[in-house]
């Protein structure tokens, strides 16, 4: 370990002290000298680390933009349609809005179906072969994308815009990495940006002449000094792949003029204190021990602090107690680092809020599609119950006067026998023929049979129209069990026995309860999404067993409905299936989660289900289960006065 010059200027030997004091200080002056020059080459190469940081995050902010837009409804309809004029007007506000310079779609065949550049990307020539192509193959990712005579590059990200079924395009959105960007990042530091290509300079914080030939080491070399418009500059290049194996490269700037006056004062304190030596010897020494010491520590510790932030930590601070070069240079590494902190906090807000707004658009999409078809559900079904009523109405109607036309007509004829016991043989082989004792006790039976079937089809259409009241958005004091009923019968054909499975059995165990006020349209689709996946559940317990073993061990539906408190009905659908596992219990009301496979299940029936009965209805859905032990919803509602509007 290197002694403290002060140490060494305590030497016993006074005799040689002023030799022993000359050589200590310029040690010393050299030392500081390369603390100084190791403390700024440093920080550029830090500032070249947090530059490719900040790149890296503004292309992933990028992918995050392509992501949003290629998601879009209207993106996704236009470009299946194929219209380009449709295209351009939905891509251009998208463009404005995103702030993008460069957006750009490009089919499976190859084809440029939309593309528009911006800012300072209006006029350049982009070098677009592989971007191209890997658009086209759906690919997703970012990167630079160079620019032909020197023009200004851009960041870009690439994903695939699909369908439902498959890929329909690939989607390319970029920014300019031009003065304002480069100026954007630099912000209030002394440090100064250079981009350029080869030795063509696309962008720079500098006023520079772009027409003359650019010269900076590579980004493999350490940081070196060059003059540069009429300033010396310490330059330390990065270097930024793109994607037809062409190199973008950015040279940090920063300026040596603080650091040559700093080793100017060094150097003319290193000689003062070599003529003082002469006369000062003792208080020289300490005084020079002292300043040492402090020099030290606070090198170091902006020599650590510096490490520290090119490790990632932003609130690294260094205290400030003194005005002179080293405290300046504490000042600005502070105000670097709090600029980069506030920069950063900015970012993770913008990509969370993002983020954020994407879900949010997701979940109101998906649920408007939901209400949307269960209206069309209810329209579909109110217009046919309708259509079937006027005319089983007026079979029905007529059945009653049928028969009792018909039993009149039988003792009519039971008449005419009795009056006419012998009637001429012609007339009795037509009797005969006839079978008229068979006919008149068939009929008889065959009206009772068109007086079931119309009842039963009354009861199907009224179960039909009860169950299109899903539209009907007042509150309205309602029978559950009559939902319930009505429900079942729409499901009706997945209850009854198949050549897979018999009957699943339907046990009702209705309680006492009251008119509940309530929306009874959404509580009726609640119903259906319940039953319709306990449904599910029992055809899934029941891969692998015969139907002997089905038989056996019969398939049940249990609806339990009670009244809990004064104002509180609970409505429980039980199931004897397999039972839901523990890791996908506490997920079961997550929006789009879903264990069915795909084109079966959207993973939102039990999402608005929950939606419906807490929000709408001030109520409570959870769920009662466990491996090989069956499921259990239950569902609590207020018998009035609770319900929220939303």
Known sequence: MRLPISVKLLSPLLVAFLSLWTFGTLGFGYFARKNLEQTAHKEIEDRATLLQQDLKQKQELLYLKARWVSEDRNVIRAVAAGDRPLLLRTMLPIQASLKLDLIRIVDTNGELLVSSQQGALTQAILEDTA?????????????????????????????????????LAGLVVGGAIDDALLQQIRGNTSMHLVAFQGDRITASTLQLNRARPWQAPQPESLPKVAKIAGENYLIKTIGLPGFDRATLKIAVLKSVIQTEQAEQKLWFVVGGFGLLGSFLVTGVTLWGFRITQSLGRRIQSLTQATQQLAQGDL?????????????????????????????????????????????????????????????????MVAGVAHEINNPVSFIHGNITYVNQYTQELLRLLNSYQQHYPNPPQSLQTELDDVDLNFLSEDLTKVLHSMQVGSDRIREIVISLRNFARLDQAELKFVNLHEGIDNTLMIVQHRIKATAQHPTIEIVKQYGDLPQVECYAGQLNQVFMNLLVNAIDALE????????????????????????????????????????????????????????KPVGKGTGLGLSISYQIIAEKHGGKLWCDTAPNCGTKFIIELPISGNHQVH
């Open 131 to 167: 971007i191209n192509r890997a658009a086209r193959a759906g690919l997703s990712l970012s990167g630079i994308l160079l620019a032909e005579k020197g023009a200004v590059p851009s960041l870009v990200g690439l994903i695939s815009i699909k369908s439902s079924t498959q890929i």
């Open 315 to 379: 609130t690294t601070r260094i205290p400030v107690n003194n005005q002179d070069e080293v405290g300046i240079l504490a000042q600005s590494f502070n105000v670097m680092a709090q600029e980069l902190t506030n920069r950063d906090r900015q970012l993770s807000q913008q990509m969370q809020q993002l983020e954020s707004t994407l879900k949010e658009l997701h979940r109101t999409q998906s649920q408007m599609v939901q209400s949307e078809k269960m209206s069309a559900l209810g329209q």
């Open 540 to 595: 899934e317990s029941n891969r692998g067993r015969s139907f002997d073993q089905i038989a056996t061990n019969p398939n049940t539906i249990c609806i339990t409905t009670s009244r809990t408190e004064p104002n509180q009905v609970q409505i429980v659908f039980a199931d004897n299936g397999a039972g839901i596992p523990e890791n996908v219990r506490s997920r079961l009301f997550d929006p789009f989660f879903t264990t």
